[in-house]
């Protein structure tokens, strides 16, 4: 059974930093592309960064190019997101996903952890 | 990249069906028969429930199937069940640059 468990999020102050982790089980995961998706306080979904299986092609939405950074550890099965310079805007519950090999949707997600950039 | 426009709500009877429909344009729904359609409990992760515009996943009830024409895809639920309330994401590809746009969500009521 495919799981993805995502931790580190919590209460940052704006302009801080954050890791977020998720590991991957059940699956060969050194074979996905692999990304997070986040949801706002009551708001809807909005991806926000891609990455290869083997970590040579990122990509971001807009609103966080030059801040967060994914990154993968396949020997690890792990999956992250690093975000710096946080916004009260960047407060969400943050998911990783998988995609299937050639396709364009997200098949398995984990839980999500809560991000909360506030004074 | 705009977010795809969902109606906010949608509201019907156990066992009548609904359609929910998903606006983009020409650069993602339209351009990519890409569209997947997420299915949200509260305070649960996302469930993909349609993907490639019209495809389900093993395990999701044939009550679910998808369409698309022009720049709107759509997910109709039929046999309406209190089960099915939910909210509901559309998702698309939207092409190298932006990669996914997600729609604005519809919430469904079972009456």
């Known amino acids: 059974e495919v799981q993805l468990v995502e931790s580190g999020g919590g209460l940052v102050q704006p302009g801080g930093s954050l890791r977020l982790s998720c590991a991957a089980s059940?699956?060969?995961?050194?074979?996905?592309?692999m990304s997070w998706v986040r949801q706002a306080p009551g708001k809807g979904l909005e991806w926000v960064a891609n990455?290869?299986?083997?970590?040579?092609?990122?990509y971001y939405v807009d609103s966080v190019k030059g801040r967060f950074t994914i990154s993968r550890d396949n020997a690890k099965n792990a999956l992250y997101l690093q975000m710096n310079s946080l916004r009260a805007e960047d407060t969400a519950v943050y998911y990783c996903?998988?995609?299937?090999?050639?396709?364009?949707?997200?098949?398995?997600w984990g839980q999500g952890t809560l991000v909360t950039v506030s004074s | 990249q705009s977010a795809l426009t969902q109606p906010a709500s949608v509201s019907e009877s156990p066992g009548q069906s609904i359609t929910i429909s998903c606006t983009g344009t020409?650069?993602?729904?339209?351009?990519?028969?890409?569209v997947s359609w997420y299915q949200q409990h509260p305070g649960k992760a996302p469930k993909l429930m349609i993907y490639?515009?019209?495809k389900r996943p093993s395990g999701v009830s044939n009550r679910f199937s998808g369409s698309k024409s022009g720049n709107t895809a759509s997910l109709t639920i039929s046999g309406l069940q209190a089960e099915d309330e939910a909210d509901y994401y559309c998702?698309?590809?939207?092409?190298?640059?932006?990669?996914?746009?997600f729609g604005t969500g519809t919430k469904v009521t079972v009456l």
């Open positions: 998702c698309s590809y939207a092409g190298s640059s932006t990669h996914y746009v």
């Open positions: 020409s650069s993602d729904v339209g351009s990519y028969n890409l």
């Open positions: 059940g699956l060969t995961f050194s074979s996905y592309w």
């Open positions: 490639e515009g019209s």
């Open positions: 990455i290869k299986q083997d970590g040579s092609e990122k």
């Open positions: 996903a998988r995609y299937p090999v050639g396709a364009s949707h997200f098949d398995y």
